[in-house]
C-alpha cells in the first residue's frame, strides 16, 4: 500500500501518533515511540507504551481499525495511514534499537526548534516491559501535509 519512500519517511524522525475509537465512536490515541515498517510496505510496526495507551489498546481490540499520522516538525510533512486490520503484539526486544533510534532523530529535529531536549527525553522515556506494539497493513494513505494536497491519497 505504501512505497518505499513512504516507507522510509515513517522510519525518520517523525512524531507519530496512533487512534483508534472505541464503541462509543470517541477516539483514543498515544503517541508512538517509532515504527519499523516491511520493505514491500504491506506491514507497519509501531511500538507504544501500554502504560499511556490502555484505552487506545481495548479501542483497537474493539474494532481492529486504526489512523496513525507521521509528521516531521522540521517541515510539517505529515501522512496519515489507516489500516482495518490492527492487532497488539507483545514487544521485541530486538526493536529496541529502532526505537532508540527513533529518539535521536526525533530529537534532532525538535530541539533545533527550541524544545528542550531534557523534557523530550521525559516525554519519551520508556521501559522495556512496559512496550508493546501496534501492527497492521496499511489500508489507506493520504497526505495531511498542510497545504493544497492536504486529505488527498498519496499517490
Do not use: W
Request: proline content about 6%; aromatic content about 6%.
Amino acid at each position: 500500500m505504501i512505497d518505499s519512500e513512504t516507507a522510509a519517511f515513517i522510519q525518520t524522525g517523525v512524531s507519530i501518533s496512533v487512534a483508534a475509537c472505541g464503541p462509543d465512536h470517541l477516539p483514543s490515541m498515544s503517541r508512538g515511540l517509532g515504527c519499523r515498517a516491511s520493505d514491500n510496505g504491506n506491514e507497519v510496526r509501531v511500538f507504544v507504551k501500554r502504560s499511556q495507551a490502555a484505552e487506545l489498546i481495548e479501542n483497537i481490540r474493539y474494532s481492529a481499525r486504526v489512523a496513525s499520522v507521521f509528521s516531521l516538525p522540521s517541515t510539517n510533512r505529515t501522512v496519515q495511514l489507516k489500516g482495518s486490520d490492527v492487532r497488539v503484539e507483545a514487544f521485541e526486544a530486538a526493536d529496541t534499537a529502532v526505537v532508540e533510534e527513533h529518539i535521536v532523530l526525533f530529537l534532532e529535529q525538535v530541539v533545533p526548534l527550541g524544545i528542550p531536549e531534557g523534557i523530550v527525553r521525559v516525554i519519551l522515556a520508556y521501559t522495556l516491559d512496559d512496550l508493546v506494539t501496534v501492527v497492521f497493513t496499511p489500508s489507506a494513505a493520504f497526505s495531511q501535509t498542510p497545504g493544497p494536497k492536504a486529505g488527498k491519497p498519496l499517490d
